[in-house]
């Protein structure tokens, strides 16, 4: 929140670039103005708008209103917000009635989650232990873990699909590093595949290296995707309490 003193500004906003957005002479006439921050996390601001004596009809409208949130810098300035942290909705000021438009993901981030974790987070690591610990049971070891890697990378796709749908190409520092990794895991899990359908013979000379390329690409790939399961659960986390700003 901005630190005391701050003041409400008129602005145009003529285009989409920051030259574009220009302040006006007028000023507005904002009076017991207060804002405070409740024990639960929700943000709160009241104030009274003197309107001019032309603009007064408009008391009795719903007027389109958009607002956003985003971070405040070290010297208390207001800092660019990310292009997702915004709502927008009508306000009435004439009986403070308003309106929020909602634009609904549905289930889609619970079902992104559910895929991801079951599939990176649970079916590939017990693949791993199942490879590395139950190899006696040849060949029954090497059917069961290309099983459950080839299954739990198609759920991953799926996945992946479910949070594209999302439609939220740019977001927060944390969306996009999510994303960013999980392209990478996504990546590497392909690869895998690749590796298995052309997957040398025992015998052959490259298989040693083939080995070596299958074990450290698959790690890679487990451990980021962990460390991707993490970042996912808090960009959720974050878009709850951005929501609840707003409730």
């Known amino acids: 929140m901005c630190c005391p003193g701050a003041t409400v500004a008129p602005y145009s906003l003529d285009g989409m670039t920051p030259d574009l957005v220009r ?14 921050r409740s024990a639960d996390g929700h943000l709160s601001a009241t104030f009274y708008l003197n309107m001019p004596q032309s603009m007064q009809q408009l008391a ?64 590939i690591p017990v693949g791993v232990m199942i490879a590395r610990y139950l190899r006696a049971w040849d060949p029954w070891w090497f059917h069961l873990h290309r099983g459950i890697q080839l299954t739990a990378v198609l759920a991953g796709f799926a996945g992946m699909g479910v949070g594209i749908s999302m439609g939220r190409p740019m977001g927060t520092q944390l969306e996009q590093d999510h994303r960013i990794i999980g392209f990478t895991v996504m990546g590497l899990g392909f690869l895998q595949v690749l590796a298995i359908i052309l997957r040398p013979h025992k015998e052959a ?30 960009v959720y986390g974050e878009r709850k309490r951005l929501r609840s700003l707003f409730d």
């Open 23 to 36: 302040q006006e002479s007028n000023a507005l006439s904002v009076v017991n103005s207060s804002a405070a």
């Open 60 to 123: 009795a409208t719903a007027l389109p209103i958009i607002s956003a949130v985003g971070p405040v810098g070290s010297d208390d300035s207001v800092q660019q917000h990310a292009p997702t942290d915004n709502v927008a909705g009508t306000i009435n000021f004439g009986s403070g009635a308003s309106s929020v438009a909602v634009v609904s993901l549905g289930k889609r981030p619970q079902v992104h989650a559910w895929l991801m974790i079951t599939s990176w987070g649970f079916m």
């Open 205 to 234: 000379r490259i298989r040693r290296y083939w080995n070596w390329y299958h074990w450290w690409v698959g790690r890679s790939a487990v451990a980021l995707a962990i460390t991707n399961v993490y970042l996912g659960l808090k």
